[in-house]
């Protein structure tokens, strides 16, 4: 987060601060924009000034966003764009080559070289992309220009469809794992609760069933141990044998 406090103190309250991703229309904005400043011959940073001010993104965010993302879905775009700008320029060229030829006149008089007006040398400007100097409204893009440009925007238009779809579709299989997943872990938890009863009511039967057999020999060992006795004709006890 940018501090207000500061930002107030350098006086850039107005700062452009932008985080969220682009969206597709954003995309499509900045790539309409800079098609046309290269068909009128303006400069890349001139397009992504407009697109910032409408954004509310800096022109150094527009750029990074043109030339990592954007500008190789739109080479032959540009190649048009370019070609249309050469063809206006030479148009206009000839045009003012037209209007700048001599008209004869009768009865001039002639100037000698030190009467002429000395004009002014103007510098040297090179054109760059950088100059911010706009020229007049471009001439009509062609038929297949158009044709061209919305076929391009087709395919990515069903390039993009194809992804949702895609999307929408592994959205449903990771859905459905993880119901059946769920279902498994409910089915597993019983299967461990009822193992668990099984085991209880097993070492139940084993208790018993030890306790019966030490029943059993203990009343078998009686019977062979417990000796009989009788009274003799003096009243004495004596053990029979058996």
């Known amino acids: 987060m940018i501090d207000k406090k500061l930002v107030t103190e350098l006086g850039v309250e107005n700062m452009k601060v932008r985080q969220d991703a682009w969206s597709h229309e954003d995309d499509l904005l900045l790539a309409e924009t800079v098609l046309r400043y290269i068909r009128e011959g303006g400069t890349q940073l001139a397009a992504f000034e407009e697109v910032g001010d409408k954004l509310n993104r800096t022109s150094a965010a527009c750029g990074f966003r043109w030339n990592a993302e954007v500008r190789r879905n739109y080479d032959q775009a540009i190649s048009i764009a370019k070609r249309q700008r050469k063809e206006r320029k030479r148009a206009m060229e000839r045009a003012q080559s037209t209007e700048q030829a001599p008209t004869?006149?009768?009865?001039?008089?002639?100037?000698?070289?030190?009467?002429?007006?000395?004009?002014?040398?103007?510098?040297?400007?090179?054109?760059?992309?950088?100059?911010?100097?706009?020229?007049?409204?471009?001439?009509a893009i062609t038929l297949q220009d158009c044709i061209t440009f919305l076929s391009n925007m087709n395919k990515n238009s069903l390039q993009s469809n194809r992804l949702k779809i895609e999307n929408d579709q592994l959205k449903r299989e990771n859905q459905e794992l993880l119901t059946k997943n769920t279902q498994l872990e409910?089915?597993?938890?019983?299967?461990?609760?009822?193992?668990?009863?099984?085991?209880?009511?097993?070492?139940?039967?084993?208790?018993?069933?030890?306790?019966?057999?030490?029943?059993?020999?203990?009343?078998?060992?009686?019977?062979?141990?417990?000796?009989?006795?009788?009274?003799?004709?003096?009243?004495?006890?004596?053990?029979?044998?058996?």
């Open 104 to 139: 004869p006149f009768t009865n001039v008089p002639s100037i000698s070289p030190l009467e002429q007006p000395i004009e002014t040398e103007q510098p040297f400007e090179i054109e760059t992309e950088l100059s911010t100097e706009l020229l007049p409204v471009p001439e």
């Open 186 to 242: 409910k089915r597993i938890e019983k299967l461990t609760e009822q193992q668990a009863t099984i085991q209880e009511d097993y070492q139940a039967l084993v208790q018993i069933m030890d306790r019966a057999r030490r029943m059993v020999m203990f009343e078998d060992g009686d019977e062979r141990q417990t000796p009989t006795f009788r009274m003799d004709k003096n009243g004495n006890l004596e053990q029979v044998a058996k």
